[in-house]
């Protein structure tokens, strides 16, 4: 069965087929570059942007896969959560598909879709210990099936990747910053007395973020030769590749607090819920070099199989939306066309309806 993903819910229009053979194809519209320059993402622009282009990337996958949207089986979209105006528009372009095609709709956890993403390059082994990071999010679930995600530990304050993204400001960088951090990290070692681990003395599997933030900024703001002032786009790569080497080192440190946090909480995660079989790390956050080598051992100590999508994978897609769209549908559930979005902050109702 041939199904269409949709992704709207932040700054990426994405659009992918999937079927029983995996990937067909997927396109993907980034506005980064519509951002960049307001240091993060500006909800209204990033809703007409969707509304402008996925018509246009969904035209373009069809003609590229020699699909025609007659041959869609279903129709899977990110209903949340996320930004909520940039999530009404992939819902109702979804909807007036399958209102046309009169194919079955499926609203997809975008939490969850990042988590099973890595079931589109192998298969995944169930229970597995979920640690999902991203821009908004810093989660982990203990996941018995693709349908059943029990809640772990989560962020008290800033999610990982907003961290990355902010420290990337304070250096002048543009937005989302953190692949340019992690870059800027594996040109020097990592301090490991320079920053703090936030929030690790206590039994707690909860994050906590912002004072590790607040010590990276606060230790910039006092070295302006730390700071890329009035750095151009066009620059960047060059600097990227040969940066100062104090400048390198806080990036390197402040990775490696990052890191080691979500270190120590998945492993007192694996110590209170026993029984996982696997590791599943997923999210933008998860491309960061030095956090996959980090889970990698981690993954091994622990005798457990690792499940880390490829970079492009981790970041936002529609291809991780289709797979989980298919998942469910695999599991006899759907939605009906009164599906809601739901914003940042909500919790996704699991209110599928039984395939009839
Ligand atoms: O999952 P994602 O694409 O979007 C959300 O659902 O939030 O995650 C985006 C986040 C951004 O904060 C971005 O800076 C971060 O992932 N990110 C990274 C790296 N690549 C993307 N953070 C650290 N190292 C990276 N290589
Ligand atoms: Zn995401």
Redesign the pocket.
Known sequence: MLCLGVETS?DETGVALVSEHGLLGQRLASQEAVHAVFGGVVPEIASREHLRVLPLIYRELLRETGTRSADLGAVAVARGPGLLGSLLVGVSFAKALCLSLDAPLVGVN?LWA?LLAPGLEGEMTFPALGLLV???HTNTYFIESPLDFRPLGRTLDDAA??V??KVAKALNLPY????L??RLAGRAEPDRDMFPRAYIDNASLDFSFSGLKTAVIQHLSGRQGLRFEGLRLEGLDSVLDDPPVDLARVCASFNWSVVDTLRIKVERALRACAGARSLVVA???A??SMLRRAMAELAADHGLILSLPGPDLC??NAAMIAHAGRLILGFGRRHGLDLEAVPRGRAVPEDWVRES
Do not use: I
């Open positions: 932040c975008h990042h991203s821009g908004g990747g907003e990355f993204d989302p910053g953190g692949r951090v992690d999210g933008g956050v491309a960061n970041t936002d």
